[in-house]
């Protein structure tokens, strides 16, 4: 009883502050599209093999890159829905551009670091080989949009100096061409190696600033426009990096209600939806999730309802947090089917109690927030 009085406490609190809006609008916003975590079913045998109880992480047990059938799953079941208008639910796709190139690194020693682009990734992983075509098809057709998540979900600093150091475990990794090693599983990191923006020492800060503009400039590329939006990997960030991202054109940032601070002596600090910075970028604030991966003895279904419906009580946007690792079946087919039947409940239940509501993506979203003033309720 007193479990589920502050789960309603915490559903209305993200919600007290913020921009009212008088349309309903739903956001998806889905991270962690084109980094490798865990690279196949045998690498994953290994490791559980070796002691390393990978199975305890739903990121190590079921995420790694996305597959064509993933895909092509996924997209049918946003394209079998429409708001009132006529859009289909969308996919913020948070996408990182780069990856660690193994190869390169263990060529020199483990003392420089080399990466390679996310489509190079993609073109080299079976199954994987069209699976950049569709994410541009879905582009086209309204479910899927590329978001800035960062150059790769990685602390490049803390890896190499594991690696350089030789922890066993890190190594073992590697040398399955894995990086994404949680704390969950090994507890002889004294930090995520996942927090890639975060700075431990001076001398890490140039390379961390250096992979955001150099990652937002190879966004550019990629897509063929300039990121609108961004979030930084486990919400971990610095006001310096806001301005980095603003000079590339970044003008909405995503997260959570709480910015984990980057670098030391910095404050942890707290947004509320809508809320603007000094330099004018939009917070945009997660206030509800779809995690069934994460989550698997919970009702993703109804826990994502009632953040919705919080949500929308307050005359604030619905923006809902959904990892890839929910739609991913290449290590596990089952975790896929399971969690796509639970998105179509979601989704058809979404529709029924809120027949007007409005799927839109993030960056659509913060332009309404920053021009349509008539939308928006004192």
């Known amino acids: 009883m007193m479990n589920n009085w502050k789960e309603g406490l915490r559903r209305h609190w993200v919600n007290v502050r913020g921009q009212k809006l008088s349309r309903r609008f739903l956001v998806l916003e889905s991270d962690d599209w084109g980094s490798v975590r865990m690279p196949d079913r045998t690498s994953y045998k290994a490791l559980l093999k070796g002691g390393l109880r990978v199975d305890a992480c739903p990121y190590l047990r ?12 996924l997209f049918e079941v946003l394209a079998s829905f429409r708001d009132h208008r006529h859009q289909h639910p969308v996919l913020t796709a948070n996408c990182v551009l780069a990856n ?54 990685l602390n490049v600093a803390r890896w190499m100096r594991a690696l350089q150091g030789g922890l066993p475990v890190v190594r073992q990794a590697f040398d399955l061409r894995l990086f994404g090693i949680s704390r969950t599983v090994c507890k002889e990191l004294p930090n995520s190696l996942l ?17 955001i503009t150099e990652g937002l400039q190879m966004f ?19 006001p310096r990096h806001e301005e980095l991202a603003a000079a590339a054109g970044v003008r909405f940032i995503q997260g959570q209600r709480r910015q984990l601070p980057a670098i030391a002596g910095e404050p942890a600090l707290t947004h509320h939806q809508g809320q603007r910075n000094a330099l004018g970028q939009v917070y945009l604030v997660r206030n509800a999730y779809f995690e069934p991966s994460l989550y698997p003895h919970s009702d993703a279904v109804a826990t994502c309802l009632a953040r919705i419906s919080a949500a929308f009580a307050w005359n604030r946007p619905a923006v809902v947090g959904v990892h890839r690792l929910n739609f991913i079946g290449a290590l596990d087919e089952e975790n896929r089917r399971r969690n796509l039947r639970q998105l179509r409940a979601l989704l058809h239940a979404v529709l029924k109690r809120w027949p007007d509501v409005e799927f839109v993506t993030s960056d659509e979203l913060g332009r309404c927030m920053t021009h349509h003033a008539a939308f928006l309720t004192a």
């Open 62 to 73: 079921y995420d790694t890159l996305a597959t064509e059938e993933d895909l092509e799953a």
């Open 100 to 153: 660690p190139d193994f190869e390169a690194i263990r060529a020199n020693g483990f003392q420089h670091y080399h990466f390679e682009s996310m489509t190079k990734t993609l073109a080299a992983y079976p199954g994987r080989e069209g699976a950049f075509a569709l994410w541009n098809q879905g582009r086209r057709e309204g479910l899927f949009q590329p978001q800035f998540h960062g150059r790769e979900h």
């Open 195 to 211: 927090e890639a923006w975060a700075v431990d020492r001076p001398e890490d800060e140039a390379g961390v600033n250096q992979s």
């Open 220 to 238: 550019h590329q990629v897509f063929g426009e300039p990121a609108q939006s961004m979030i930084a990997p486990n919400y971990c960030w610095s």
